[in-house]
């Protein structure tokens, strides 16, 4: 495999008779395990593309206050793919991974988040001076950020408070207006005179207009107990270059990505946006936590599934508003994905994390047209809220539906599918008939070595007098990592 600079970036050539890399579609925490791994394939140009469409979790907070699109997931996946191998390299992922704790009040979360902006913090310690020159500049340009707003929200509160004391006294006046007994008065006896309640109203609404409310007036100041150093520094970069891919860029250098191997949000914006479902019985619900997590607690056990109330018929994006959005593939991401041309549909929530990634217009034609491409689908190891009692073959139904956009193509399984990888101790598994029939339209199956089983009790089968251990036993399957990527690897290496 050779190497050479194209443009101010490397390129590698191809992989036995694969293309000369590969994209992998994913979330933000289920492929965090073959990110390690992944690094050792530095030879190949490797591409991550993740959902900006997350509102669950510490993000939440982040959306809340700066609005914008979601940085979690890619926060994550940049700190996991880190090199880390240096000590310059591994001070600063330190630093990125770092979480205050969410038990903490707020007041005890600020002040150590006051020491991370300071430079006094001790994670601070093993980092070079240069680097930390560059990460201060961005904490302390948010942190200012911060500040404005809680300022800007102080006046506005005051100013709401002025404008409640002015009315109720002009209330007053009226109703002694209105009193016989009050018509000696004179008018100089008022808080103001006609002419200065004009002027007031005038001031005031001024005011409001410098202080009015946008898509980041949040109402309180940012709340800092549970909220992630990483995205804090990638926030502040998104906002200061107004361009998250920009933002991707910085991060990657400091966190000492390998040069073969890049980010990408699947949509290029600075705007929030977020999904929703539409269930079989006609429900909608709107937002990737709702849809995904009962509840809106950011902390979720995932292994107590409350299940829909209806199977999920099909995803599709919107606005903080409501309104349908159906947003573009950019011309950047677009480019990346042709020239790795092979494609690897990962493990994770598939409606909330994988389909948002699928739905955008552009990847269903690109992906279709790269007929030499290897296409690798990879089963999840257990069933979700989102998939409670789907096979195998949904799994694929649903991603052939979803590049195909519910309709708008017609591109048949095998155009968007070559391999499909699974474990056979899974409960989304296929069978030895639909293995057989996917053989018949070109797609081979692969089977995984599962590397632990772990049984939790399903407590949607629980009765209220019933023990949680008397409850129905689910079981969850894990890939091994080192050899789901040799299976990867074995698909991109196969012939056409």
Excluded at 61 to 78: C, H, K, M, N, Y
Excluded at 191 to 200: A, F, L, R, V, W
Excluded at 216 to 233: K, W
Excluded at 290 to 317: M, T, W
């Amino acid at each position: 495999v050779s190497t050479q600079s194209t443009g101010g970036m490397a390129k590698a050539t191809a992989l036995g008779d694969a293309k000369s890399g590969v994209v992998f579609f994913s979330g933000g925490t289920a492929l965090n395990s073959l990110c390690t791994p992944l690094r050792k394939w530095s030879n190949i140009y490797v591409c991550h593309v993740l959902p900006v469409s997350d509102d669950g979790g510490s993000t939440k907070e982040i959306t809340r206050v700066f609005s914008g699109p979601a940085i979690g997931d890619i926060r994550s996946r940049l700190v996991r793919l880190s090199d880390g191998e240096s000590d310059e390299a591994s001070a600063v992922c330190a630093l990125l991974q770092y979480r205050l704790s969410s038990d903490w009040s707020q007041q005890r979360s600020k002040k150590e988040w006051q020491s991370v902006v300071n430079g006094t913090h001790h994670l601070w310690s093993p980092i070079p001076e240069a680097y930390k020159s560059v990460l201060l500049a961005f904490f302390v340009y948010i942190s200012e950020l911060m500040e404005k707003m809680n300022e800007k929200r102080k006046r506005k509160e005051l100013d709401e408070d002025f404008n409640l004391v002015n009315k109720k006294k002009r209330t007053e006046e009226v109703e002694q207006d209105q009193n016989p007994l009050c018509h000696g008065k004179q008018n100089g006896s008022h808080m103001y005179s006609n002419g200065e309640n004009k002027i007031q109203d005038e001031d005031l609404k001024d005011t409001n207009s410098r202080n009015g409310t946008n898509a980041n007036d949040s109402g309180e100041e940012f709340q800092f107990p549970g909220a992630s150093i990483g995205n804090l520094f990638f926030t502040a970069a998104r906002l200061f270059f107004s361009s998250i891919d920009a933002a991707i860029f910085l991060f990657s250098r400091v966190a000492g990505i390998p040069p073969l191997v890049q980010v990408h949000p699947i949509i290029s914006t600075n705007q929030p946006i977020k999904i929703q479902a539409k269930l079989l019985n006609g429900q909608i619900m709107i937002g990737q936590n709702e849809i995904s997590h009962p509840g809106n607690s950011a902390q979720v056990n995932k292994d107590y599934i409350v299940s829909l109330p209806s199977p999920i018929q099909q995803i599709c994006y919107c606005s903080e508003d409501g309104r349908i959005e159906e947003p573009i593939l950019s011309d950047t991401l677009k480019a990346n994905m042709k020239r790795a041309g092979n494609f690897v549909y990962s493990i994770g929530s598939l409606y909330t994390s994988i389909v948002p990634l699928l739905i955008v217009k552009g990847v269903g034609e690109l992906i279709a047209s790269q007929s030499n491409g290897k296409k690798i689908l990879i089963l999840n190891g257990s069933s979700d809220r989102e998939t409670l009692g789907m096979t195998g073959l949904n799994f694929v139904h649903v991603i052939v539906d979803s590049l195909n956009r519910y309709g708008q193509l017609s591109h048949p399984i095998n155009s968007y599918i070559t391999h499909i990888i699974f474990l056979k101790e899974s409960d989304i598994r296929l069978e030895e008939e639909e293995r057989s029939s996917l053989h018949s339209l070109g797609i081979q199956t692969l089977v995984a070595k599962t590397t632990k089983i772990e049984y939790f009790t399903d407590p949607t089968k629980i009765s209220d007098s019933a023990s949680a251990e008397s409850g129905e036993k689910k079981k969850k399957c894990f890939y091994c990592p080192n050899d789901l990527l040799e299976l990867i690897k074995t698909c991109l290496s196969a012939s056409s």
